[in-house]
């Protein structure tokens, strides 16, 4: 059933161009982003206050990559929260705000909890769900789901994908609703959109010069990740993708954050990914590879094609195609998990079963 891949991960990531298709090219029609199961009017999008996100693990991830695109494009202020902090601070859940609720396995035992208790306080629920007929499906108000297929390997990598998609056509269809993009900038990005499958598929090309970087760092003790803004998620499901499959320690940090602590934890040698693909925060990011690397780091830099001015700050870089500037999470992934993949093959870790992990949280 691997179909020929070593791992169900690797074939899942393999799958991501098309689970991204599958998840975005049935809402698009003439040009239009149509998402009917979403049941609002466009009365009703444009009351929207506030849009509070909860899920667990790397569902959380894509739903603080998605706070960046919701607040900048659609200009609606988001909060988001893990499942498990949610459910128990009392959150306050004013009228006009929309909860929605992210999950892969839709029977996450805290995000079903956090659901409940949303409706419980009168909020409208959206499900961004990957399984049909979950239980967080059914009791959602609405219900968006991502067309991911079944997802096999612990760690997930299509449903994820998969996810950023369908929030990209939500952040877009609100943004249009409420007059904040222009058609022309609507049909840019539409047509971003499209490409993004493809752009995947090609930097899954790089697998071997991923696998050779990756088995340098089999006996790593600390990898950090750092970014800014929409790259900072990224950082965060970069540095989870590793840690949970390789049981290598790594951490992400917002990048200004650096020199407020964690800066002592390198060393001759430790290894910093370092993301920036936010043309506006190039500077800011290279002063902090600087930083890093004045202190023995090893930077590795996973930033756009034209960038090569970051090679003066680097020690290795990975370039990835040009898209959009909201959708380059879905491209920065793609060598992030292979190289959390390559380490954990290298270290004969079980790549699909990672210890105790399981697939489906459904115990608090
Ligand atoms: C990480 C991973 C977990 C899940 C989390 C939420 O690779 O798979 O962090 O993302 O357990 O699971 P779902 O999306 O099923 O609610």
């Not at 020929?4 to 991204?20: D, N, R, S, T």
């Not at 609507?186 to 050779?212: A, C, F, G, I, N």
């Not at 004045?294 to 930077?299: D, E, H, S």
């Not at 996973?302 to 960038?307: F, P």
Request: with cysteine; net charge neutral.
């Amino acid at each position: 059933e691997k179909g020929g891949y070593e791992h169900f991960m690797l074939k899942e990531m393999y799958e991501q161009p098309k689970a991204i298709t599958d998840t975005v090219a049935p809402r698009i029609k003439e040009e239009q982003i149509v998402i009917e199961e979403l049941g609002m009017s466009d009365e009703e999008i444009k009351s929207i206050q506030k849009i509070m996100i909860v899920a667990c693990g790397s569902a959380y991830h894509a739903g603080v990559t998605s706070k960046y695109i919701f607040e900048g494009l659609a200009r609606i202020p988001v909060e988001v929260d893990v499942a498990s902090e949610f459910r128990y601070r009392d959150p306050i859940l004013g009228d006009g705000t929309l909860v929605l609720i992210i999950s892969q396995s839709g029977e996450t035992a805290d995000s079903l909890a956090a659901l409940r208790e949303a409706k419980r306080k009168g909020s409208k629920v959206l499900g961004i769900v990957n399984v049909v007929g979950s239980s967080i499906a059914r009791e959602a108000d609405n219900v968006m789901y991502t067309w991911a297929g079944p997802e096999i390997a612990v760690a997930t990598t299509k449903a994820y994908s998969s996810q950023l998609a369908a929030l990209y056509l939500l952040a877009m269809k609100f943004a249009g609703v409420r007059g904040k993009i222009t058609p022309e900038l609507q049909r840019e990005m539409l047509s971003d959109l499209r490409k993004l499958p493809k752009q995947v598929e090609v930097l899954l090309k790089q697998q071997e010069k991923v696998q050779k970087f990756a088995n340098r760092y089999l006996a790593a003790k600390d990898i950090f990740f750092i970014g800014r803004g929409i790259d900072y998620a990224i950082s965060m499901e970069g540095s989870l993708k590793l840690k949970e499959i390789s049981y290598i320690h790594s951490e992400a940090y917002a990048a200004g954050e650096l020199k407020h602590g964690t800066i002592s934890l390198i060393e001759e040698g430790t290894l910093v990914a370092a993301v920036l693909t936010q043309e506006d925060l190039y500077k800011k990011m290279i002063s902090n590879m600087v930083e890093v690397r004045t202190r023995g780091a090893f930077v590795l830099a996973i930033t756009n094609e034209g960038n090569t001015e970051v090679e003066r700050a680097a020690d290795y870089v990975l370039y990835i195609p040009k898209t959009n500037k909201y959708f380059t999470n879905s491209l920065a992934i793609i060598p992030l998990q292979l190289f959390g993949y390559y380490v954990s093959v290298g270290r004969g870790c079980d790549v699909d079963k990672p210890r105790n992990l399981a697939k489906s949280v459904t115990v608090e």
